[in-house]
């Protein structure tokens, strides 16, 4: 999720000046938000059917999505040794997600540990790449992203978890030139895909790519990422049931409280998403699987009462389905950032079980 500017004043004012421009009038920020407000179709209410309400739910959301229904192509898989440390090693991976989409990773291990090993897929929000993950900064810019706890993948192996980062479409090394996120996000959407969809693909790819490999294990995969990156952890954990657990930063929080009143790039964004269900409700999918949000109180693109509010929604449905411990809030006292000393303990009690 990246913002284009900072202060909800500037919010107002760009709303206005959308308003303005596609001759709506001054009433599109409140029209907007009441719209959100209303309980959408497949809204969870208490007393369904879980199980039932989740397939139907899920369905539409794959739909939504865009996701293809042939997902078993071959992956072409790729896998060289980069570098060793003493705590790790490190392989420069790619897989073939569908015709003419090559994504490329990294693979980290950490050394010492025995059986197989449980994996976490990282993923970065906007952000120059997947280099970030990896801890590797060009510039003092990049090694301040790093310092807001963005080094996912070191995090990861220090805390005993095999992890797979992989870039994401229109970012990194798979943007084209010239060509902006916001831009390639309106393409897709043109084309009936949208970009986020596609990203939820390339994770479910990686899935597949996690299988290739024999010492890691199957039944324990994370998704980890924060803003744009906890975007797509988050839908890929709402239909990807190989996901055990999905750690979403800074990026959950109702509709109304951060894509429909703060101006977010146009990535994040899924056609006809609203009228189908609020992300509190599409949390519910994630059980009786593991959902950690992670949240900073100062975060601009996504206020704290929204992110409290969709919370409890949440642990409704998933006491509904009988796993009432099985999502989690971790709060960090600060801004639009990953809180590493926070969620790592946490992350390790729901890995746990
Ligand atoms: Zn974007």
């Known amino acids: ?208 790519f996690v299988a290739t490999q024999r010492d890691l294990d199957p039944a324990r995969i994370g998704c980890i990422g924060n803003s744009t990156g906890g975007t797509v952890s988050f839908y890929a954990a709402c239909v990807e049931p190989r996901i055990a657990l999905a750690v979403v930063s800074c990026s959950f929080c109702t509709y109304a409280d951060s894509w429909l009143s703060i101006p977010h790039c146009a990535c994040g964004y899924l056609p006809g998403i609203v009228p189908v269900a609020d992300m509190p409700d599409l949390a519910g999918l994630v059980a009786p699987r593991r959902l950690l949000i992670v949240a900073g109180r100062e975060d601009n693109l996504a206020r704290i009462a929204g992110v409290e509010r969709g919370y409890q929604h949440a642990r409704e449905i998933f006491a509904a389905a009988g796993v009432s411990d099985r999502v989690r809030l971790v709060v960090g006292e600060g801004g639009h950032q990953f809180y590493p000393r926070e969620a790592w303990p946490v992350i390790g009690e729901m890995a746990r079980g």
């Open 1 to 208: 999720m990246r913002r284009r500017s900072s202060g909800l004043a500037f919010t107002r004012r760009h709303f206005l000046r959308s308003a303005l421009v596609i001759g709506v009038g001054s009433g599109a920020i409140s029209g907007l938000v009441s719209r959100a407000s209303a309980a959408p179709a497949l809204a969870f209410r208490p007393g369904v059917d879980v199980a039932q309400w989740q397939t139907e739910l899920r369905a539409r959301l794959r739909s939504i999505l865009g996701l293809p229904t042939a997902t078993n192509g071959s992956l072409a898989a790729r896998v060289e040794r980069h570098r060793e440390t003493a705590q790790y090693t490190m392989d420069r991976i790619q897989f073939t997600a569908e015709p003419g989409e090559v994504v490329p990773g990294w693979l980290l291990r950490p050394k010492g540990m025995t059986g197989r090993l449980p994996v976490m897929i990282c993923l970065q929000g906007h952000s120059p790449g997947m280099h970030i993950s990896i801890g590797e900064a060009r510039n003092e810019a990049e090694r301040k992203s790093i310092a807001g706890g963005r080094d996912l993948a070191l995090q990861a192996v220090a805390h005993g978890w095999a992890a797979l980062v992989i870039e994401q479409r229109a970012f990194g090394e798979r943007a084209r030139p010239g060509v902006k996120c916001n831009d390639a996000a309106l393409f897709a959407l043109h084309e009936g895909r949208p970009l986020t969809g596609q990203r939820v693909f390339d994770v479910m790819r990686a899935i597949d």
